[in-house]
T-cell receptor
Framework: NAGVTQTPKFQVLKTGQSMTLQCAQD?????MYWYRQDPGMGLRLIYY???????DKGEVPNGYNVSRLNKREFSLRLESAAPSQTSVYFCASRDGTSTDTQYFGPGTRLTVL | RKEVEQDPGPFNVPEGATVAFNCTYSNSASQSFFWYRQDCRKEPKLLMS?????NEDGRFTAQLNRASQYISLLIRDSKLSDSATYLCVVNYAGNNRKLIWGLGTSLAVNP
């Protein structure tokens, strides 16, 4: 049981390049989330998916797109990276039970030059 | 006012000390409350949920005060391994199950 996995762990991009961050969970959770974490800003929700086939914007969606490929996978795409997107990106899934726990992946550290 | 506010810290305490963190939230319709722990350069992990009646897990006690709209976390007999950032998290009713995260309180337990 791997939990939530993310790839890559580290990435350096030049301004204007594109990339996709991959996330997968093996816990059969319906809900999945993408956050970014910046110093002094805390965790901010970019997009979430309440179930397979649905996605919704979070607090900071501009510059990002997502795809809920199937129940397991939820990817985040940066079409044209900007230095303001330098951050640590976390994917999470939620168990939907009474504990309502979110489980996080190890994060992707992205630097945009 | 931020939706979820925490003591900024950092808290520096000796081993064995008792330390308490507070967190206030602005939306009285909030339904679920949590404390997560985040180690340096790692992902957040659930420490404990916070129930109306209060709950305890070993050295950790969480309490909820709905009237004053705050939750607290008490750590007794601090260990070096408790050094981390503690994140207060709130789930608002009708918010389609999105969580609102505090900025976190940093704790350093010193030998």
């Amino acid at each position: 049981n791997a939990g939530v996995t993310q790839t890559p762990k580290f990435q350096v991009l030049k301004t204007g390049q594109s990339m996709t961050l991959q996330c997968a969970q093996d816990m059969n959770h319906n809900s999945m989330y993408w956050y970014r974490q910046d110093p002094g800003m805390g965790l901010r929700l970019i997009y979430y998916s309440a179930s397979e086939g649905t996605t919704d914007k979070g607090e900071v969606p501009n510059g990002y797109n997502v795809s809920r490929l199937n129940k397991r996978e939820f990817s985040l795409r940066l079409e044209s990276a900007a230095p303001s997107q330098t951050s640590v990106y976390f994917c999470a899934s939620r168990d939907g039970t009474s504990t309502d726990t979110q489980y996080f992946g190890p994060g992707t550290r992205l630097t945009v030059l | 006012r931020k939706e979820v506010e925490q003591d900024p810290g950092p808290f520096n305490v000796p081993e064995g000390a008792t330390v308490a963190f507070n967190c206030t939230y602005s939306n009285s319709a909030s339904q679920s409350f949590f404390w997560y722990r985040q180690d340096c350069r790692k992902e957040p992990k659930l420490l404990m949920s916070v129930y109306s009646s209060g709950n305890e897990d070993g050295r950790f006690t969480a309490q909820l005060n709905r009237a004053s709209q705050y939750i607290s976390l008490l750590i007794r007999d601090s260990k070096l391994s408790d050094s981390a950032t503690y994140l207060c998290v709130v789930n608002y009713a009708g918010n389609n199950r999105k969580l609102i995260w505090g900025l976190g309180t940093s704790l350093a337990v010193n030998p």
